[in-house]
């Protein structure tokens, strides 16, 4: 039951985004924004992978550290600021400042991951008895 749910959440994260992503494209060309600037399709690669890893982790320890899920979960949102930080933030932040779409070309990608991810845990979670 549980490797369905993996396998359902990891189709879901993967589909969420990649919709997503074509959303976000036609609207930055919409816009006359460069649409592949700003490291879009690396912000989104790294948020799906991000995802994925934090919720395999988590059905790899669901057993054992079935108690500290949620700091677990807490821990992998951290994980994805750490990895904004160190990869992403140097690159945007190179003319002194980091600009709306910048941001949004980061942010986007990880709400999505962070929900569809979210909705995995918590039916893991159910499933954990």
């Known amino acids: 039951m549980n490797k369905d749910i993996l396998v359902k959440s990891t189709i879901q994260i993967t589909i969420a985004s990649a919709i997503v992503f074509f959303i976000h494209t036609m609207l930055l060309r919409q816009l006359d924004y460069e649409v592949f600037a700003n490291y879009i399709v690396l912000a989104y690669v790294v948020n799906v992978l991000l995802a994925l ?6 059905y790899f320890f669901r057993k054992k550290l079935k108690d500290q899920m949620g700091f677990l979960f807490m821990a992998g949102s951290l994980l994805k600021f750490a990895v904004f930080f160190i990869v992403f933030y140097p690159k945007y932040s ?12 980061f942010f986007v990608p990880y709400v999505t991951c962070l929900v569809t991810e979210a909705f995995g845990v918590l039916k893991l979670l159910k499933n954990l008895d």
């Not at 190179?94 to 070309?105: C, L, P, Y």
């Open 53 to 58: 890893t934090i919720l395999y982790g988590l």
């Open 94 to 105: 190179v003319d002194g400042q980091i600009t709306r779409v910048e941001f949004v070309t």
